[in-house]
């Protein structure tokens, strides 16, 4: 089975991200391996700064995954701030990072209609920017997903379905 590595793009613990990552990976546990990362240990971005423990921790989660999945809220039209904190400290060096060749799929969530289509598109941009490969598929997004959470995870069987629909390929994809 691969192993897939959840980046959240929130850090609350009960964010409608970590609801719809916790049931993403719950429905999908028999297709794959799931772990989640921890993006909010990880200091400021600095180049400066060549041995932080947990900067080598996420650089070495993301290295051993054999693909990503993002779940990402969308603030103010884009990406939040502390996912690309942790994209830019897993983006070096440029061009050769862990992030190259790597497989990655993008799921959006958003307290309003549109389910985070813009933060979507953004990610997309930036880890296309990195030389990832994001996988091409329908976009996966969760309107209203505020609303949609119950005991920590998503309750919405339709996105629920539709989302492991699209992601199944990309799991088989990995194998």
Wanted: hydrophobic residues 50%; glycine residues 6%; contains cysteine.
């Amino acid at each position: 089975m691969p192993d897939i590595l959840i980046i959240p793009g929130s850090l609350r613990q009960m964010s409608s991200s970590r609801a719809t990552a916790r049931a993403l990976s719950q429905r999908l546990e028999a297709q794959a391996n799931w772990s989640i990362a921890d993006i909010g240990t990880l200091p400021h971005y600095n180049a400066d700064v060549t041995d932080n423990p947990a900067v080598a921790a996420f650089v070495d989660q993301v290295g051993a995954a054999d693909g990503i999945v993002f779940v990402s809220p969308e603030y103010n039209y884009s990406v939040p701030g502390v996912l690309k904190n942790a994209i830019d400290w897993a983006s070096r060096p440029a061009f050769a990072s862990v992030f190259r060749d790597k497989p990655c799929f993008v799921v959006s969530v958003s307290g309003g209609a549109l389910g985070g289509v813009r933060a979507q598109a953004h990610l997309k941009y930036i880890l296309n920017g990195m030389l990832a490969r994001v996988f091409a598929a329908k976009e996966v997004v969760v309107p209203n997903a505020n609303a949609k959470v119950a005991d920590g995870l998503l309750n919405d069987p339709d996105v629920l379905a539709f989302a492991e629909a699209e992601i199944m390929p990309f799991i088989d994809s990995l194998a």
